[in-house]
């Protein structure tokens, strides 16, 4: 790794802004992680990073990014975001396999989640609604496998973000929440 790389990439883990993102490029890097969903992408800068992490570790060509967002939908209660062609220029640009699902989470986990397997994170954004979000575990199940880390987004009430690892027992209990509004 070149000094400008190594520079990067401590910035990137250590100094970034927003915090709360740290624990996301952390874990996927320790994890090796290939193949990212990311549920909200807001202005994208998330997701470039996330892929500037992995490149260390894999050929850019075998990073594996979908973006599921409103994209144009979007309204002001949503927060910020940019369009579906703007995610689409500022991530290809990045060299990653890119796909982006616009619709609520539901919806769009609907049409492309059995594309979507063996995903190794997923990154749950704090402005997803809650029932948008209950739908989707409908079908994340089928996305995972055993060492998949997903990470959920909060916002506190002084507008300050946050970042957590959700456990195994958590997402299986909100799968199975999923699955009975399913049927």
């Avoid at 850019?60 to 949503?78: N, S």
Wanted: proline content about 3%; hydrophobic content about 45%; some cysteine.
């Amino acid at each position: 790794m070149s000094g400008l790389n190594s520079l990067r990439l401590f910035h990137l883990l250590y100094i970034s802004k927003p915090a709360a993102d740290r624990l996301v490029y952390k874990q996927i890097r320790s994890q090796k992680a290939c193949r990212v969903v990311e549920l909200g992408i807001g202005n994208g800068e998330r997701a470039v990073r996330m892929i500037q992490a992995l490149s260390d570790f894999h050929d850019v060509k075998e990073i594996h990014y979908t973006g599921v967002d409103l994209f144009e939908a979007r309204m002001a209660v949503d927060g910020p975001g940019i369009s579906l062609r703007e995610a689409h220029r500022l991530l290809k640009a990045t060299g990653a396999r890119i796909q982006l699902a616009p619709g609520t989470a539901g919806e769009a986990l609907s049409r492309v989640a059995n594309g979507l397997t063996r995903i190794d994170a997923l990154v749950v954004a704090a402005h997803i609604a809650a029932e948008h979000l209950a739908q989707a575990w409908f079908y994340i199940p089928r996305m995972i496998h055993a060492k998949t880390q997903i990470f959920q987004e909060s916002i506190s009430a002084t507008g300050a973000t946050s970042m957590r690892l959700m456990e195994p027992a958590e997402i299986a209990q909100l799968s199975a929440v999923g699955q009975r509004k399913a049927a």
